[in-house]
């Protein structure tokens, strides 16, 4: 069974892509998913990373505003 929520290494891997190439999406507000976190650790919620990808991986604002998440 896979883990419902990823390290930053594995939400990595499973874009396909590096470690620090993640946490530079993540700073530039690219990666539309926001971390979990869960006892010192930040952690990435698998389902909601799988459909940001579906959706065509959406800057986080509009991936916001499709999952009804946007703060006014």
Not at 32 to 53: A, C, D, F, H
Request: hydrophobic share 35%.
């Amino acid at each position: 069974m896979d883990s419902l929520l990823l390290s930053t290494e594995s939400a990595a891997r499973l874009l396909g892509i590096g470690r620090s190439h993640f946490y530079a999406l993540h700073s530039s507000g690219r990666l539309g998913p926001m971390s979990i976190k869960l006892g010192g650790r930040t952690l990435w919620n698998r389902q909601e990373v799988e459909s940001w990808v579906v959706a065509g991986c959406p800057a986080r604002r509009e991936w916001r505003q499709i999952n009804g998440n946007e703060k006014s």
